[in-house]
């Protein structure tokens, strides 16, 4: 693990597969190599969890609170990996360093594994880690970044706290994913989805929030606890905003002054239309920019960032 192999000989297929490098069964390889088992039960019944950080001008941002995630929710799946918490940052970093990309989506995954005699008790599997480094990707895409996105609310109701713990990052998308072909049947770019109580809960693979008469508010239920949500509520301490993880219900949202939606892929992104209606202006709002602003200046700031040292740097 401490010896970086050259990979520069493997040939990734551009159509199929972007640049980038994964870490799987203790080795580095190009992502077009990185193939797990059809029995892994991470593939067969999505048991697994995961992170996703990001490396923006060749460092990490908020690894630290991205490791805590994944740890705790291995934790909480009954889930061990071989490597410590030095050795899974020393793995994030290698598979950086190797695809040589300066902004980076970085995924962290454990997945259940495969039993050896596949059996069906989840404590007979053999837990994986994978890892892997492509590049940085956003929930929305450059036009959508300057005039807002338009996003529909779903008709679902988001898997309930009490059947899937919301806090453990989880591949139980099937609802999400429905909800984005609602969306898009319905001219929108993405899904907002409602939780069991009416209030609005999140979308796919983003936490949602509301500006109204100046507070800024975001569902405190049935929600991952996004890393960027969090630099959201740091953001507005220092900008004296009040911010607040409150029940939001779908009439509310509507009525917003202002909507943006949080991410590590992507970052703080505007809303500007729910359900064919324009929100606010129905351009990007003002608190929803200033936000923006602080939170990429914030990846400047020294104690929120690793340096990635990379093959050709001296
Ligand atoms: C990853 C994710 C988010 C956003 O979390 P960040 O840590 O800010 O990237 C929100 N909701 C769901 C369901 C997610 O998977």
């Known amino acids: 693990?401490?010896?970086?192999?050259?990979?520069?000989?493997?040939?990734?297929?551009?159509?199929?597969?972007?640049?980038?490098?994964?870490?799987l069964d203790g080795q580095y390889l190009p992502i077009s190599e990185a193939k797990i088992s059809v029995l892994d039960y991470g593939l067969?019944?999505?048991?697994?969890?995961?992170?996703?950080?990001?490396?923006?001008?060749?460092?990490?941002?908020?690894?630290?609170n991205h490791l805590d995630r994944f740890f705790a929710g291995l934790e909480k799946l009954h889930m061990s990996i071989e490597y410590d918490r030095g050795q899974v940052i020393e793995i994030l970093h290698n598979c950086v360093a190797l695809s040589g990309l300066k902004n980076s989506y970085v995924e962290f995954i454990c997945t259940r594994g495969m039993s050896p005699t596949f059996s069906r008790d989840p404590r007979h599997a053999v837990n994986q880690f994978i890892a892997f480094a492509i590049p940085f990707g956003s929930v929305a895409n450059p036009e959508q970044m300057k005039h807002g996105l338009n996003a529909a609310i779903s008709?679902?109701?988001?898997?309930p706290p009490k059947s899937v713990d919301p806090t453990v990052k989880n591949y139980h998308w099937l609802d999400l994913v429905k909800g984005l072909y609602e969306a898009y049947d319905r001219g929108?770019?993405?899904?907002?989805?409602?939780?069991?109580?009416?209030?609005?809960?999140?979308?796919?693979?983003?936490?949602?929030?509301?500006?109204?008469?100046?507070?800024?508010?975001?569902?405190?239920?049935?929600?991952?606890?996004?890393?960027?949500r969090q630099t959201v509520f740091d953001i507005c301490t220092n900008l004296e905003i009040d911010c607040s993880a409150v029940d939001i219900p779908q009439d509310q949202l509507l009525?917003?002054?202002?909507?943006?939606?949080?991410?590590?892929?992507?970052?703080?992104?505007?809303?500007?239309?729910?359900?064919?209606?324009?929100?606010?202006?129905?351009?990007?709002?003002?608190?929803?920019n200033q936000i923006t602003m602080s939170y990429w200046e914030l990846h400047k700031e020294e104690n929120k960032r690793m340096v990635v040292r990379y093959l050709d740097d001296k």
């Not at 192999?5 to 640049?19: A, F, Q």
């Not at 949602?208 to 800024?216: C, D, K, L, T």
């Not at 909507?259 to 608190?287: C, H, R």
């Open 1 to 23: 693990m401490n010896v970086l192999p050259s990979l520069s000989e493997h040939y990734t297929d551009p159509k199929t597969y972007p640049p980038g490098v994964a870490f």
């Open 44 to 64: 067969l019944h999505s048991d697994a969890t995961y992170d996703v950080v990001h490396v923006w001008n060749g460092a990490f941002f908020r690894l630290e």
């Open 155 to 159: 008709s679902l109701v988001r898997i």
């Open 188 to 228: 929108a770019d993405t899904a907002i989805l409602i939780d069991e109580n009416g209030n609005v809960s999140e979308g796919p693979g983003f936490n949602i929030f509301a500006v109204i008469n100046g507070r800024v508010l975001t569902p405190r239920f049935g929600v991952l606890l996004g890393i960027t």
């Open 255 to 288: 009525g917003a002054d202002e909507i943006f939606i949080s991410s590590t892929a992507g970052g703080i992104m505007p809303v500007t239309k729910v359900n064919g209606q324009s929100i606010g202006s129905g351009t990007p709002g003002q608190i929803t």
